[in-house]
């Protein structure tokens, strides 16, 4: 039985993919089964290219306790070279999330601790429930929060992780916002309106383009502005002016008309 909850779900200006995780009997922790589905889950639809964006939910009051304890209880008796192969398959998990061609949007409906704190932080956007806590939770156990904590650190920041990750304290979604965990902090009745106004910002926009200022992302984020990286992004859009696609996005704003990818709405 998976323990996925997938579906895509058409819209008029695009398809919109669902990712829920599915074991709200065990607050949706996660074991080896778990990592695969969702590393092949999200190489799957972002190799779709009908698919414009990505939400990421959890069913259940939790979005994610982080491993599973009958998981965590067998790599007890694991070998180096076992937790090895077991943690690359976690760092395999993220940077299938992180990488993903299209924004993914994470729908934090509940506590998130240790490991899920590492999927949310892997998603591009995050809206989380107001009553939602936060937890790195690792150290409590006597392990480091190491797999996820290139994505953490970007989400966070630095100082934030000082803290956090040391002391394995509870945080709120409040606090959640102001340290860059999580975009938005809303009213539980408030959750799928906020999540539904970005995914309806994004199919607004050229779906290449898209894709393409998420690849941008990723390679001027942290890098010095030098004349190498100067001469790519231009580079970058030339390619992307030049593009079937950019053309006729600029000669429909210029003529005041829909561009094709908006061919489901009106003016």
């Not at 695009?14 to 969702?38: K, M, S, Y």
């Not at 939790?62 to 790599?75: E, I, K, Q, V, Y």
């Not at 996820?148 to 979604?173: D, H, K, L, Q």
């Amino acid at each position: 039985m998976s323990t996925l909850d997938i579906r895509k779900q058409a819209h008029p200006n695009g398809t919109v993919g669902h990712i829920w995780l599915n074991r709200p009997e065990l607050r949706n922790a996660f074991n080896d089964t778990t990592i695969q589905e969702i590393t092949h889950a999200f190489q799957s639809m972002g190799s779709d290219p009908t698919i414009k964006a990505i939400v990421m939910g959890a069913h259940g009051k939790a979005f994610s306790a982080g491993g599973d304890l009958n998981w965590m209880r067998a790599m007890a008796d694991y070998s180096w070279a076992e937790n090895h192969a077991d943690a690359t398959g976690l760092a395999q998990m993220l940077w299938a999330i992180y990488s993903c061609p299209v924004p993914v949007i994470a729908r934090v409906q509940g506590d998130c601790y240790g490991g899920g704190v590492g999927l949310v932080a892997a998603c591009d956007m995050a809206v989380a429930a107001d009553t939602v806590h936060f937890s790195l939770s690792e150290v409590k156990l006597g392990l480091i929060p190491a797999t996820i904590s290139p994505y953490v650190i970007r989400a966070m920041g630095e100082r934030a992780a000082r803290r956090y990750f040391v002391t394995a304290e509870r945080f709120n979604a409040t606090q959640a916002h102001h340290i860059g965990l999580v975009h938005e902090a809303v009213h539980v009745d408030a959750l799928d309106d906020t999540v539904d106004g970005l995914v309806k910002a994004i199919l607004s926009n050229g779906p290449a383009a898209v894709r393409a200022s998420k690849e941008l992302i990723g390679y001027v984020a942290q890098q010095p502005i030098t004349p190498e990286l100067r001469d790519r992004t231009a580079r970058h859009i030339a390619d992307i002016r030049a593009s079937d696609e950019g053309r006729a996005g600029l000669q429909a704003f210029l003529n005041k008309t829909n561009p094709p990818w908006l061919a489901g709405d009106k003016q």
